[in-house]
């Protein structure tokens, strides 16, 4: 490869932004999603962990959209381990539906802890969408 040549590709080597280097709202995560904006973090999602944790039974019950699947997981009820092994920085959006039992907290408590938090919140008709990410 001549001196020129190869001197031009590390010049483009050297002015193309790293990957760590680009703000996450900003970077590419799939073929389908050139662009996403992001909504929640790792404090915000402990925080939602742990303050469903603290309310044991009268927590509601979440199911996750991973950025990049076009399906869900299954509907979980525990806060204390489950949730808090899931990968949050590829959350798409969790919903948040209250528990089946007499004591569980209803929906609008839902979104008034989400609310407290921080997190970017949608109330749907029977949950409480919280967004990870949006596509743009």
């Known amino acids: 490869m001549g001196s020129a040549r190869l001197e031009g590709s590390l010049r483009h080597w ?14 590419s995560i799939g073929p389908r999603m050139a662009h996403i904006t992001s909504y929640a973090n790792n404090t915000k999602w402990r925080k ?8 044991a039974s009268k927590a509601p019950i979440w199911q996750i959209k991973y950025l990049g699947l076009d399906h869900f997981g299954k509907s ?8 808090r ?9 969790c919903d948040l539906t209250p528990a089946k039992s007499p ?5 609008s408590d839902i979104a008034l ?11 749907m008709e029977n949950s409480v969408r919280v967004i990870g990410y949006r596509l743009t």
């Open 14 to 27: 050297a002015e193309t932004p790293r990957e760590s280097e680009i703000p996450k709202s900003k970077q």
């Open 48 to 55: 939602l962990q742990q303050k469903m944790a603290g309310l």
């Open 76 to 83: 979980d009820g525990e806060w204390f381990y489950h949730f």
């Open 85 to 93: 092994l899931e990968e949050y920085e590829k959350i798409e959006w």
């Open 103 to 107: 004591d569980a907290i209803s929906l």
């Open 113 to 123: 802890i989400c609310k407290m938090i921080g997190l970017e919140t949608e109330v």
